[in-house]
Nanobody, 115 residues
Framework: QVQLGESGGDLVQPGGSLRLPCAAS????????MCWYRQAPGKQRELAATITGGGTTNYADSVKGRFTISRDNDKNTVYLQMNSLKPEDTAVYYC?????????WGQGTQVTVSS
């Protein structure tokens, strides 16, 4: 059983930066795709960024150029570096690992962008 734990959420001013780590309880095989989702108040959960075991990344248009997802397999950790934050980035951010029929979620971490 894989357990994922996000951290790093905080209150930050517009234009600021945050880095969110997601630590896995065990080594996640490289076949798993790692993702960051986010859910703003009153909205559906949306996919923000993905990274494959080979390092291929994809981003939602809303975060492209500002967010960077990375993966440290030795530390069993996935990161989301968020720069140039906007108020509309305010959401609970969730880490996700999936492959075939297997899917795991973290508990989420709150990011609030406000002056």
């Amino acid at each position: 059983q894989v357990q994922l734990g996000e951290s790093g959420g905080d209150l930050v001013q517009p234009g600021g930066s945050l880095r969110l780590p997601c630590a896995a309880s065990v080594r996640i095989p490289s076949v798993y795709v790692m993702c960051w989702y986010r859910q703003a108040p009153g909205k559906q959960r949306e996919l923000a960024a993905t990274i494959t075991g080979g390092g291929t990344t994809n981003y939602a248009d809303s975060v492209k150029g500002r967010f960077t997802i990375s993966r440290d397999n030795d530390k069993n950790t996935v990161y989301l570096q968020m720069n140039s934050l906007k108020p509309e980035d305010t959401a609970v951010y969730y880490c996700n690992a999936h492959w075939a029929f297997f899917q795991y979620w973290g508990q989420g971490t709150q990011v609030t962008v406000s002056s």
